[in-house]
């Protein structure tokens, strides 16, 4: 069984920054693709970033590319994304996905957190 618990979440100011975190249970992290999404009151669930089990390739929605960094040691179950100049149209619940390859769709991802609130006040 393939558990995801982020953390890292909370209120924050715009313009700030945060770091999220998902530690991912099991031997088989490195297998995975790793990805970031994020649900606003009201709206669908949608891609934020994504990373490949080696980190050869990142993806990154057009709404977040400059601002933010995903990244992973495998070393530590853990995937990372840095999210800097955060705007109030970032707030969401944000959750952690593993799937089998880099895609921005959900569909592509099995196991998914049960999600961290970041809250950004304008």
């Known amino acids: 069984q393939v558990q995801l618990v982020e953390s890292g979440g909370g209120l924050v100011q715009a313009g700030g920054s945060l770091r999220l975190s998902c530690v991912v249970s099991g031997r088989t992290f490195r297998r995975y693709a790793m990805a970031w999404f994020r649900q606003a009151p009201g709206k669908e669930r949608e891609f934020v970033a994504a990373?490949?089990?080696?980190?050869?390739?990142?993806s990154y929605a057009d709404s977040v590319k400059d601002r933010c960094t995903i990244s992973r040691d495998n070393a530590k179950n853990t995937v990372y994304l840095q999210m800097n100049s955060l705007k109030a149209e970032d707030t969401a619940v944000y959750y952690c996905?593993?799937?089998?390859?880099?895609?921005?769709?959900?569909?592509?991802?099995?196991?998914w957190g049960q999600g961290t609130q970041v809250t950004v006040s304008s």
């Open positions: 996905a593993a799937g089998y390859g880099v895609a921005i769709t959900r569909e592509n991802y099995i196991y």
């Open positions: 990373i490949s089990w080696n980190e050869g390739t990142t």
